[in-house]
T-cell receptor
Framework: NAGVTQTPKFQVLKTGQSMTLQCAQD?????MYWYRQDPGMGLRLIYY???????DKGEVPNGYNVSRLNKREFSLRLESAAPSQTSVYFC????????????FGNGTRLTVT | AQRVTQPEKLLSVFKGAPVELKCNYS??????LFWYVQYSRQRLQLLLR??SRESIKGFTADLNKGETSFHLKKPFAQEEDSAMYYC??????????FGTGTKLQVIP
């Protein structure tokens, strides 16, 4: 079992370019999340999906869009990348119970120049 | 709104010394609290959670609802404990919020 798989692992974009970060899980979890990790700011929630067909904004949604394609996949799109979006992005999943722990992917390191 | 506060960005202790990583939270309901750890070049992973009342790698954490705290403790620090530690809160609608993290540095 792969668990949570993120692609790509690294990406460099120029300001204004677009891209989609992919996340897939084989854990049969309902909930999926996108976080960004920045020095001194910890993990900040961008968007989450409590179940297939639903998505909700987190703390820092501006500049991002998401798609919960099916139960397995949750993608994060940057329509017009900005240097402020340079970060490490983590996808995570969890089961239905609110005390279920998160399972993380390996992260995507994105640099916007 | 739910919020998690970790006041220390960096905590340096000598090997064998006690460790306490502080975590305070704000949430109107009954939260579930977690500690996650990120070792160098590895993905974040669960260390322990409030509901399990377990000790993992010698670490424990007690939920204090009066002080709204969930501090992480270990009586004797080891070099392999050096890592980034995050406190997290799971509130309603499956929303999970993290603190800003504390880097633990264990000095040999």
């Amino acid at each position: 079992n792969a668990g949570v798989t993120q692609t790509p692992k690294f990406q460099v974009l120029k300001t204004g370019q677009s891209m989609t970060l992919q996340c897939a899980q084989d854990m049969n979890h309902n909930s999926m999340y996108w976080y960004r990790q920045d020095p001194g700011m910890g993990l900040r929630l961008i968007y989450y999906s409590a179940s297939e067909g639903t998505t909700d904004k987190g703390e820092v949604p501006n500049g991002y869009n998401v798609s919960r394609l099916n139960k397995r996949e949750f993608s994060l799109r940057l329509e017009s990348a900005a240097p402020s979006q340079t970060s490490v992005y983590f996808c995570a999943t969890t089961g239905s119970s609110y005390n279920s722990p998160l399972h993380f992917g390996n992260g995507t390191r994105l640099t916007v120049t | 709104a739910q919020r998690v506060t970790q006041p220390e960005k960096l905590l340096s202790v000598f090997k064998g010394a006690p460790v306490e990583l502080k975590c305070n939270y704000s949430y109107s309901g009954s939260p579930e609290l977690f500690w996650y750890v990120q070792y160098s070049r590895q993905r974040l992973q669960l260390l322990l959670r409030h509901i399990s009342r377990e000790s993992i790698k010698g670490f424990t954490a007690d939920l204090n609802k009066g002080e709204t705290s969930f501090h992480l403790k270990k009586p004797f620090a080891q070099e392999e404990d050096s890592a980034m530690y995050y406190c997290a809160l799971s509130g309603g609608y499956q929303k999970v919020t993290f603190g800003t993290g504390t880097k633990l540095q264990v000095i040999p």
